[in-house]
């Protein structure tokens, strides 16, 4: 049975301070990563990743693939209080059917 | 506002009453797709559709829900005789095409309540 698993299930942290948000999967015919941030309301596409080893970054978000251990990682530096969201992580396999599985997210709450 | 649009944002039904959830797609975006988001779950996919077509429709229950994308106007995800347990966010995405290099972006959702 597919699988996506987030970690941390939720995180309290400080204004400045820098986090890491874990996605481990195990799915048949993978074809990529995908990482959204969602607050109150539509989730916002952050990320989409297919190639093992290759940096994403947009701002103070970052984040890369590792297709050999099964997971990614979302970096985010110097948060701020509007970091404040869930941060799901879904992946797109190779069926034809083009539909994301997705995990339960990770919780961020930023505290000034 | 060039994004996802759903209606209406927020629905309240009585058991055994139809829902009607409504959402047009991104201009230019021919793929649509409906997830349901159970509080405190993640979003579980339901169908995938093109124009006139239901390309997959895995996550659908196989009673009382159905979907479509007409020619003309917006998808529709209807759910008929609804019950308590239909209580949920369900969400619109929308992509250019299928590929691999096609995110999907999403709409701000249709908030179900089942009284």
């Known amino acids: 049975e597919d699988k996506v698993v987030q970690s941390p299930l939720s995180l309290v942290v400080h204004e400045g301070d820098t986090v890491t948000l874990n996605c481990s999967y195990e799915?048949?015919?993978?074809?990529?990563l995908l990482w959204y941030k969602q607050e109150k309301k539509a989730p916002t596409f952050l990320f989409m990743l297919?190639?093992?080893?290759i940096e994403k970054k947009s701002g103070r978000l970052s984040s890369i693939l590792d297709k050999k251990e099964l997971s990614s990682i979302l970096n985010i530096t110097a948060t701020q209080t509007g970091d404040s969201a869930i941060y799901l992580c879904?992946?797109?396999?190779?069926?034809?059917?083009?539909?994301?599985?997705f995990g339960t997210g990770t919780r961020l709450t930023v505290i000034p | 506002n060039a994004g996802v649009m759903q209606n209406p944002r927020h629905l309240v039904r009585r058991r055994g009453q139809e829902a009607r959830l409504r959402c047009s797609p991104m201009?230019?975006?021919?793929?649509v797709y409906w997830y349901r988001q159970l509080p405190e779950e993640g979003l579980k996919f339901m169908v995938y559709?093109?124009?006139?077509?239901?390309?997959?429709e895995s996550g659908m229950p196989k009673e009382r829900f159905s979907a479509e994308f007409p020619k003309e106007g917006p998808s529709i995800l209807r759910i008929q005789q609804v019950v308590r347990g239909d209580s949920a966010a369900y969400f619109c995405?929308?992509?250019?095409?299928?590929?691999?290099?096609?995110?999907?972006?999403f709409g701000d959702g249709t908030r179900l309540s089942i009284l």
């Open positions: 995405a929308s992509s250019r095409g299928g590929g691999s290099n096609q995110p999907q972006h």
């Open positions: 799915v048949t015919n993978f074809r990529s």
């Open positions: 297919t190639s093992s080893g």
């Open positions: 879904a992946v797109d396999r190779q069926t034809g059917a083009n539909n994301l599985f």
């Open positions: 201009k230019g975006h021919s793929h």
């Open positions: 559709l093109q124009k006139e077509n239901i390309i997959d």
